[in-house]
């Protein structure tokens, strides 16, 4: 499986900034997803993010408030716009394996106040 | 749609076997299962695919009913180490990551 690393592992944010997570894989894959997760919440699904085009978001989330890159077939970042209390969550990174598999990264935790 | 999980959470005595559901309302093409445990990111346990198989991974094994879609997670003999919460993770179409998590069920296992 490959490699994943986050940056920062953890924040803690003032309303109103912005937060801007990395990825980074070993290895070079097709897709990489960004998930959140509430404290004590399952796992949603913020976008799919894909080299050389437009990341594409799930329902409830918009450009504007996660803006995503994806310059190349390693890394990705995820950022966390005007934040604010309700943003405070763990965001992870996650790639396809093969086959059909999805490895996690470790995680970013962000606290909002 | 977010599939279900069942039960919500379970507490075992070590050696104990313990089985999770996941049931789903939509027709898939796969199941994925992960297990979490506090504090950090959720680990890969195993894929199923439609076609009704079942796997297993030393003590964990699962199965799939594709007519039923739904999945369950067998832990049998269970060790201390397994102790987390469990997530399953389903997709509808073929070769689509886009996973739709469970709510998870949170397993305890006292020694």
């Known amino acids: 499986s490959a490699v994943i690393s986050q940056k920062p592992s953890r924040d803690i944010c003032q309303r109103g900034t912005s937060l801007t997570i990395q990825c980074q894989v070993d290895s070079q894959v097709t897709m990489m997803f960004w998930y959140r997760q509430q404290p004590g919440q399952s796992l949603t699904l913020i976008a799919t993010a894909n080299q050389g085009s437009e990341a594409t978001y799930e329902s409830g989330f918009v450009i504007d408030k996660f803006p995503i890159s994806r310059p190349n077939l390693t890394f990705s970042t995820l950022t966390v716009s005007n934040m604010s209390p309700e943003d405070s969550s763990i965001y992870l990174c996650?790639?396809?394996?093969?086959?059909?598999?999805?490895?996690f990264g470790p995680g970013t935790r962000l606290t909002v106040l | 749609q977010q599939p279900v999980q069942s039960p919500q959470a379970v507490i075992l005595r070590e050696g104990e076997d313990a089985v999770i559901n996941c049931s789903s309302s939509k027709a898939l093409y796969s199941v994925h299962w992960y297990r979490q445990k506090h504090g950090e990111a959720p680990v890969f346990l195993m894929i199923l695919l439609k076609g009704g198989e079942q796997k297993g991974h030393e003590k964990i094994s699962a199965s799939f009913n594709e007519k039923k879609q739904q999945s369950s997670l067998y832990l049998t003999a269970s060790q201390l180490s397994y102790s987390g919460t469990y997530f399953c993770g389903t997709a509808e179409i073929q070769g689509a990551q886009k996973l739709v998590f469970g709510q998870g069920t949170r397993l305890t296992i006292n020694p």
């Open positions: 996650s790639v396809e394996g093969f086959p059909n598999e999805q490895f």
